[in-house]
T-cell receptor, first 115, second 114 residues
Framework: KAGVTQTPRYLIKTRGQQVTLSCSPI?????VSWYQQTPGQGLQFLFE???????NKGNFPGRFSGRQFSNSRSEMNVSTLELGDSALYLC??????????????FGPGTRLLVL | SQELEQSPQSLIVQEGKNLTINCTSS?????LYWYKQKYGEGLIFLMM?????EEKSHEKITAKLDEKKQQSSLHITASQPSHAGIYLC??????????????FGKGTLLTVNP
């Protein structure tokens, strides 16, 4: 089975721009979660989608949004980029996301640099 | 405050030595996961613990969950340079309203000197 794939792997943007990141989960997985990883804050939960519905959301401003398509692929959008948005964005998929029962498998991440 | 505390933050050991990394939750956790990450890359799943007292092993890595203490420990026996990396614990923590979120510790950077 192919793993979780994320595109693009690297991205450079300037402040004020917007960016869209893509995540393709493992075949058959319906849950996709997004995380932001920075040296200072570590790994932080952004949001989770299951069957095209957002099920859970972390403490991030409204500039961060996402969606999931019928084929379970997910996109994450960040508008009006700020320098502090520079981070490694990780996507993870699982089959159902039952708490404590389903393992999340992570993609390689998209490294975003905001100048 | 951090919901999931990992200790130590970093660890340098000589090849062949044993080591332990701890992960403690300040809230009720539903499941505990251990991941390994090479710098700047995605997370590699190591193991998942669900029940108190549960212990799992993967090659020379063993993890145990103490549900009472809301704590898990990861042990590496006879460490090798290939064990080097960042070890992250994650846990499904109650975030209110029947919701939960996968929360991570800050990670432990392990260096194994040959």
């Amino acid at each position: 089975k192919a793993g979780v794939t994320q595109t693009p792997r690297y991205l450079i943007k300037t402040r004020g721009q917007q960016v869209t990141l893509s995540c393709s989960p493992i075949s058959g997985h319906r849950s996709v979660s997004w995380y932001q990883q920075t040296p200072g804050q570590g790994l932080q939960f952004l949001f989770e989608y299951f069957s095209e519905t957002q099920r859970n959301k972390g403490n991030f401003p409204g500039r961060f949004s996402g969606r999931q398509f019928s084929n379970s692929r997910s996109e994450m959008n960040v508008s009006t980029l700020e320098l502090g948005d520079s981070a490694l964005y990780l996507c993870a998929s699982s089959s159902a996301r039952l708490a404590g029962k389903e393992t999340q498998y992570f993609g390689p991440g998209t490294r975003l640099l905001v100048l | 405050s951090q919901e999931l505390e990992q200790s130590p933050q970093s660890l340098i050991v000589q090849e062949g030595k044993n080591l332990t990394i701890n992960c403690t939750s300040s809230k009720t956790l539903y499941g505990l996961y251990w991941y390994k990450q090479k710098y700047g890359e995605g997370l590699i799943f190591l193991m998942m613990l669900q029940k108190g007292g549960e212990e799992k092993s993967h090659e020379k890595i063993t993890a145990k969950l103490d549900e009472k203490k809301q704590q898990s420990s990861l042990h590496i026996t006879a460490s090798q340079p290939s064990h080097a990396g960042i070890y992250l614990c994650g846990a499904d923590i109650d975030s209110g309203g029947s919701n939960y979120k996968l929360t991570f510790g800050k990670g432990t950077l392990l260096t194994v000197n040959p």
